[in-house]
């Protein structure tokens, strides 16, 4: 049976095609997957309004991990979809009912205002309106099923979700960063996120096969939309993290620490770019800079990071 097509919404989450939420509905119940931050809550509404969906038909509100930009707004939806539960990994639980310490870390690496300006409010949830979903854990929408799978790599409280209605796989950034419809490429493009502080590509790789092991029609990305080559994206994913994990084996063997560690990482990570832009065929344009520029930055800080660990164990 051919499940339903969720709507796209575009978060607008540093400009356009960059952050997607999904809001799926089937009979008279509704979800969404992904909310971005409290910024996008228009959209979120905007979509509802479109396709006719009253907040409390909203019985689901599902974050794939707690980065804010997939995450951030969770507290503002859920104000306004009263009876909705919030369905999170059994790690980022008590984050979304607590969030101070999660608050109070990115305002120091961004400052308040800045903070502000990215994310505006991120609020308390009370605990009895949150949900630790296991791996392999099921919930219906409607007459529709959802499971979930934990997938490491990206992050150590990172879910999948795969829609076994549609054959869809909802991937976070499991499956890679910064994928838009609109750039003229030959392969899609796609790159590995290497965000601190739990970038593993060991676990990155295992979690590309656990979702290409359900055969997926296709795969949704939070940045951004949907992929219909799943074996093709996987090729490319695949490519960029090992060029990623070559900057980390040069890293570890660098002797460099602290900042001149993530400078050595951060030139070497562009340069990546670079190559895997020739290698899918992929012509930039001026607001994919402002996409990448920062995933460079923060690539390269994972990097670092990871780096460091490694030599500890030797």
């Not at 971005?36 to 009253?54: C, F, K, S, V």
């Not at 009876?83 to 979304?96: F, G, K, M, Q, Y």
């Not at 609020?123 to 979903?133: D, E, F, H, N």
Request: aromatic share 8%; proline share 5%; with cysteine.
């Amino acid at each position: 049976m051919r499940g339903m097509k969720p709507k796209i919404i575009d978060c607008h989450y540093q400009g356009p095609e960059h952050a997607a939420s999904y809001l799926l509905k089937d009979r008279g119940e509704a979800a969404f997957i992904e909310n971005n931050t409290a910024r996008a809550l228009p959209y979120l509404l905007q979509g509802m309004e479109e396709d006719g969906i009253r907040p409390e038909s909203v019985r689901w509100i599902i974050i794939t991990h707690l980065h804010f930009d997939h995450a951030g707004g969770t507290s503002a939806l859920a104000e306004r979809c009263p009876d909705a539960t919030v369905l999170a990994h059994s790690r980022a639980v008590r984050h979304l009912v607590d969030p101070s310490r999660l608050v109070a870390s990115a305002m120091r690496v961004y400052g308040e205002e800045e903070f502000e300006r990215l994310y505006d409010r991120i609020r308390p949830i009370p605990a009895g309106r949150v949900r630790a979903m296991e791996d392999h854990e099921k919930v219906e929408l409607g007459g529709h099923t959802l499971t979930f799978l934990h997938t490491r790599g990206h992050a150590n409280h990172h879910f999948c979700i795969h829609d076994s209605d549609e054959n869809a796989v909802y991937t976070g950034d499991t499956f890679g960063v910064e994928y838009r419809k609109s750039r003229p490429s030959v392969k899609p493009f796609l790159l590995c996120s290497a965000a601190p502080t739990d970038f593993d590509p060991d676990e990155a790789r295992a979690s590309v096969r656990r979702i290409l092991a359900l055969d997926p029609s296709r795969v949704y990305l939070t940045h951004f939309g949907e992929l219909d080559d799943p074996a093709g994206g996987a090729e490319v994913f695949l490519a960029a993290l090992d060029r990623l994990e070559a900057i980390l084996n040069d890293a570890v063997e660098s002797g460099l620490s602290g900042a001149e560690l993530e400078a050595f990482c951060e030139e070497r990570v562009r340069a990546a770019i670079d190559a895997h832009l020739a290698w899918c065929g992929a012509v930039l344009n001026e607001q994919d800079h402002v996409y990448i520029d920062p995933h460079a930055n923060i690539n390269a800080q994972g990097i670092a990071l990871l780096a460091e660990k490694r030599r500890q164990t030797r």
